[in-house]
């Protein structure tokens, strides 16, 4: 696997909380995303990053918030939860370069909002 | 209406069996074309990659693209149970894999 990890894996919280998921890489990769995944809609990009405090917005982007202060970390916050935003939330990184820049995901988080 | 669209499945086959699955886009300006493989709980791996149109081979996997019919394939041959999995298309207009759209995967489970 390639060396992403992201925390927490689970989380159950209830509208309104606040909650930050992190992902953490060991391949000093430039490029990192977030998405989130559901049943009929696929992966869907929500934010990414092309270096140290250089993030733009994906696809679906309204309600959360990113912020990536080092190379190896890329944090999601979710402002203030709703039950829409319950997923499953994947990280992902790539270099690139070569023909193409292959993203390597992480093992994702599942998040619950009641 | 979708720019990604792909057979929902679920797909059910016995071992040995000749998987096919499909993709269809209307985006002309897609010119990369991936196929992820998702262990259940698991984060998607990238399986085959394609440029524009032909066909590409990697052991029992082959990936077609059609381009003027706006049609992408994964063929499995011999399948294994181990390659049951949820497959996801994705492709893009550029290197930048960040930028891909994806369909909704299809479930295969290969039945020994």
């Known amino acids: 696997d390639a060396g992403i990890t992201q925390s927490p894996r689970h989380k159950v919280t209830e509208t309104g909380t606040p909650v930050t998921l992190r992902c953490h890489q060991t391949?000093?990769?430039?490029?990192m995303y977030w998405y989130r995944q559901d049943p009929g809609h696929g992966l869907r990009l929500i934010h990414y990053s092309y270096g140290v405090k250089d993030t733009d917005k994906g696809e679906v982007s309204d309600g959360y918030s990113v912020s990536r202060s080092k190379t190896e970390d890329f944090l999601l916050t979710l402002e203030s939860a709703t039950s829409s935003q319950t997923s499953v939330y994947f990280c992902?990184?790539?270099?690139?370069?070569?023909?193409?820049?292959?993203?390597?995901f992480g093992p994702g988080t599942r998040l619950t909002v009641l | 209406q979708k720019e990604v669209e792909q057979d929902p499945g679920p797909l059910s086959v016995p071992e040995g069996a000749i998987v096919s699955l499909n993709c269809t886009y209307s985006?002309?300006?897609?010119?990369?074309f991936m196929w992820y493989r998702q262990y259940s709980r698991k984060g998607p791996e990238l399986l085959m990659y394609t440029y524009s149109s032909g066909n590409k081979e990697d052991g029992r996997f082959t990936a077609q693209v059609d381009k003027s019919s706006k049609y992408i394939s994964l063929f499995i041959r011999d399948s294994q149970p181990s390659d049951s999995a949820t497959y996801l298309c994705a492709m893009s207009a550029n290197t930048n894999a960040g930028k891909s759209t994806f369909g909704d995967g299809t479930t295969l489970t290969v039945k020994p």
């Open positions: 985006n002309s300006a897609f010119q990369y």
């Open positions: 391949e000093n990769h430039r490029y």
């Open positions: 992902a990184i790539s270099e690139p370069g070569g023909s193409t820049d292959t993203q390597y």
